[in-house]
């Protein structure tokens, strides 16, 4: 069984910066894809970033390209978010997601989450 844990939201400023982190347990082997997710209200849960634990492949959602890094520390067990030059529409709850293999391209892919992280972007 995975448990995710999040930290590192808060209340920035737009233009500000933040990392987010999840502390990964449980987990067996190196095929797995991490992934962030966010809602913001009213909306979807949609993927920001996913990386895959072994082989390190990277994906973006357009909208967080060129401002947004994902990254995974495998002494640590934890994989980072780094927000740059956010936005007030970067205002969400954000979400740790783990999946085994390479099959993870939908939410409903991902089995293990975490409990999530608020972010909030002001004008």
């Known amino acids: 069984q995975v448990q995710l844990v999040e930290s590192g939201g808060g209340l920035v400023q737009a233009g500000g910066s933040l990392r987010l982190s999840c502390a990964a347990s449980g987990r067996s082997g190196s095929n797995y894809v991490m992934g962030w997710f966010r809602q913001a209200p009213g909306k979807e849960r949609d993927v920001v970033a996913r990386i895959h634990w072994g082989i390190g492949t990277t994906y973006y959602a357009e909208s967080v390209k060129g401002r947004f890094t994902i990254s995974r520390d495998n002494a640590m067990n934890t994989v980072y978010l780094q927000m740059n030059s956010l936005r007030p529409e970067d205002t969400a709850v954000y979400y740790c997601a783990a999946c085994s293999g390479f099959v ?18 002001s004008s």
Do not use: D
């Open 104 to 121: 993870c391209y939908a939410r409903s892919n991902y089995p293990y989450w975490g409990r999530g992280t608020q972010v909030s972007v």
